[in-house]
């Protein structure tokens, strides 16, 4: 089985952008976006080539009690949702991943995060 990988950018102080290639496992948070919303998500099965994976859309609520606030500090309570519906995620030539069929929406793995744009 070839791994599924991706490739994890993050900024370190004096050191600047810093690139890594990491494993997708099974179970991994992911987000996705429609626009400039994001969604969370969670891996749920990987392809033994290695370049498709499988993601179920996570639930999220807001976290009223830490202060969510939907124009200016929106802090989200994101929990697995098991009975989702499994969306198909390629990765793509130029090393991006997105939803299968579609070139607009991409997929990030390490974290489930939620933000929807108040300005639409």
Known sequence: MTKAMYTHEEYVEGKGWI???REITV???CTFNVGSDLYPAHVSRISESGKS?????AHFTADKDNGHDYFGNQKWIVTPEPKSQEQRV???KNGKWKIAGNDYMGVGFGSARAYQDPTY
């Open 27 to 29: 179970d991994m948070p």
């Open 19 to 21: 690139k890594e290639e």
């Open 53 to 57: 994976v499988w993601i179920k859309r």
């Open 90 to 92: 390629t990765k793509r």
